[in-house]
DNA sequence: ATATAATCGAGACGGTACGTCCCGTCTTGCA
DNA sequence: TGCAAGACGGGACGTACCGTCTCGATTATAT
């Protein structure tokens, strides 16, 4: 009933070859049959852990950053906004960039992966924001009622160019960002 | 140096079945073989023109709709946003929006042709905006100095939730939006 | 390093298709895609067997007859090479003599399917004839000292009719090259 | 009614570059689009001339050598069929016996082409042993009723080596059939 | 001199096949 | 049961030629 164990090793060497295909060749150039190639593994047995690249993709992203993004408390919400947009710019670049913008095309056209791609990711990190408002809202610096919007705003430009130039992602627009969401969030809803 | 002219009814044909194809089998189930088949033209007939079905889709999308956007003026900067982005969420719900999320797909993976998207449709839209900013200025309602920030203000949530939900472009997220940004321009950079 | 094992039912099937397209449609209509098509078959399993249509036939052809042609003892090398002349003449008509003369036509434009061809099909053929010459030599009936020269005259006239005119491979044309091919075996060198 | 003459220069360089091209890329890589290229002419203007590659091939090499081959007097049939075969078996080495193998490989699929070939090399070759043959019997060398037999005894063994083993045509070649044919010649029919 | 008519280059066009890649599933034998 | 190996049906890729077509520009003869 209970058979082989999983070997923790070809889980990591699957990761591990989708991220160096990704980074070599593009989203666009990586397929199972790469990922089981590269990792000297059978392709049953990647499709035994994953259901698409998109997956394997998202797994080996969830594993590595994001999760555990600064929130210091630096003293005012604008201040908190600058220090975590300046971090999470700055993990976009090179290859997390690239695997970013692959999980947003494979999320686009398939609902199922868009599902489990704002679970794993785009939640946890709406979530980090979140609590930088509650902490503003506490301190009297937030009035706006609407916290999704606000998040909306924060995290719209981000991907707006990420997706088109991302290398606009600089820590001064982090801080004109942050000094916007600030004002906005100040004011109230009409 | 002549030869034969190209027809153009193929030119509409091509267009016309990526769009339907796109529309029954989404962009997933597009292929530049269905889209040959489907307009009874050689595939060597639809590379001629495109090199792939993201180009296809582009171009038909190019000369839809959205080229000429209604900038109606309404007296106000806010007023005149919240005219814009209505319609244009409104533009995004059916086929259009699936085209656009598909482009989108296409734009990440692939910097050529995001290069190609941003000059053929982002850019467009943009210089809508653009225009209504100008206007706002000229009103004395438009302090912040930079417009293209005020741009990826406007259409960073936009594409945001066109990635992830776009259901949830209603009027008044639009309403809320335009508020919002004119909030933003209203202020000065400190 | 076992892997699935090949099906021999494929095999078959592919070989069958070839034989039945050449059949039908000659030839010239046939080609990997319809032998795909037709047994049943993906194009990557046929490839997997067989670099060519020629080499399909060829392998269709190697295992179908001429392999055990009869080698009658009649007594007299002219006797035997009638009996088997008329044989092999017989065995060339209707879809034998077609998937011959393709194979002709693929080797004449390939000097490795030539090689190839010789090794499956005419070399067999020729080891047969070499049997009747040892035999007539044993008897006495062959002052010639080589063979190949010989083996020459036998097949030489087959090809050259097969390839303009199969017709003309009758039975008294079979009696008459064995008679001369005789005469000349009994001749020496001078 | 008269129009434009066809330029003759074009005739040239359609023939030029399909020899060309069929030395260069073997018969395999000739093509009808490869010949209007090279040639610098409209595949128009060469389907006005030739309907296929091996038309194109046939007239190059038909205006080229074999129609005046030797045929000299040398006192005996063997003798001069010795002298026949050895410049025959000359001239079909390097391009000329590349186009004769290609002409054979598309004779060999089309009965059309087949029929043509026949007669404007084929035949043409055949007259000349006839001739031979002829002043042989007037000499009462040659008791043999059938001269077609007798001439599919000379050039059957050709073809068979031309198709696999071209090297094999050599002077020493040429007289042992010589030779042989003579023999066979001089023997009556049983 | 001026039709008339064929030739010529260029290149679009519908079509067929090519040979390759990847999909997701399967079968085998070993651990 | 996991796993490497690899066969399998399927579908699309992008390319090469096929033979036909439509252009505009020539070059002849026949009015």
């Given amino acids: ?22 980074e070599q060749h593009g989203y666009r150039g990586l397929s199972m049959e790469g990922i089981a190639a590269l990792s000297g593994v059978s392709k049953q047995t ?27 408390d630096t003293g ?3 201040g908190d ?8 710019f700055a993990g976009q670049q090179g290859v997390n960039g ?15 992966f868009a599902a489990l791609l704002w679970e794993k990711l785009i939640a946890v990190r709406r979530e980090s924001v979140r609590e930088l408002l509650a902490r ?15 998040l909306d705003l924060v995290y719209g430009p ?10 606009a992602l600089t820590p001064a627009y982090a801080a004109e960002l942050a000094r916007s969401v600030a004002l906005v969030a100040a004011g109230t809803r009409p």
Same sequence: chains 1, 2, 3, 4.
């Fill in 1 to 22: 009933m209970t058979g082989r164990p999983r070997d923790p090793a070809v889980d990591e060497a699957i990761r591990r070859a989708a991220v160096d295909l990704t």
């Fill in 46 to 72: 990647v499709y035994r852990r994953y259901r698409s690249k998109g997956e394997v993709v998202l797994d080996a992203l969830a594993g590595y950053a994001f999760t555990h993004l600064p929130t210091p």
């Fill in 76 to 78: 005012s919400l604008r």
């Fill in 81 to 88: 906004l600058t220090a975590l947009l300046t971090a999470t």
């Fill in 98 to 112: 690239t695997l970013n913008r692959a999980l947003a095309a494979e999320a686009v056209q398939d609902q199922a």
């Fill in 136 to 150: 503003g809202r506490a301190r009297g610096e937030v009035a706006h009622p609407d916290d999704e919007f606000l």
């Fill in 158 to 167: 981000m991907w707006y160019r990420l997706l088109f130039d991302p290398a």
